[in-house]
């Protein structure tokens, strides 16, 4: 089923087409909030309160096409919000992703999936590096595989600015990939 009829039979009280679509992006979502939080359990609960927050204001959105941008937009809001109310509470959200966190990819052999976890891990520890600013580019262009126009849109910047911040972000990844792993370069391909 399409998000477009999805969307729509939920505005229309239909309680499968809610479960189905949470299911379709709950990947997605919990992902961005890892991304922001930095906590698996933290992230679970903002994950949560996106959708939360997407079920209360879908009936006031109608531009079905752009649907994802428009969850991330939402869920990105709410991570901010998050991490606001934890540094008011002077909680640690700096805490590490979880060294053994589980990413399937089928169809790898076991060698093929054991050195794509450590470059994973290697990037995710670059990521912790980088600034704010960088990691959220690097967040929202290259694991959320948004568009410059829609990450344009989503942080209200003019399209130049998202282009040169996501040309800087990626430049300040390389250079932290290769202060942590510096035969990284030769070993991954950089």
Known sequence: METAELLQRCRSGD??????LV?????????LALSYVRNPEEARDVAQEIFVRIYRKLSSFNDQENFLPWLLRVGRNACIDHLRR???RGSNVNSPIEEDMEWPAPGQSPEAEASSGECRQLVYAALQRLSETNREMIILKEIQGLKLEEI?????LPLGTVKSRSNR????????VLALDPAAGTTYGA
């Open 15 to 20: 309680s499968l087409a809610w479960e189905a």
């Open 86 to 88: 934890m540094k008011a």
């Open 23 to 31: 299911r379709r992006y709950q990947a997605r979502v919990y992902g």
């Open 152 to 156: 344009a849109s989503l942080l209200a």
């Open 169 to 176: 972000a990626r430049t300040e990844l390389a250079r932290a």
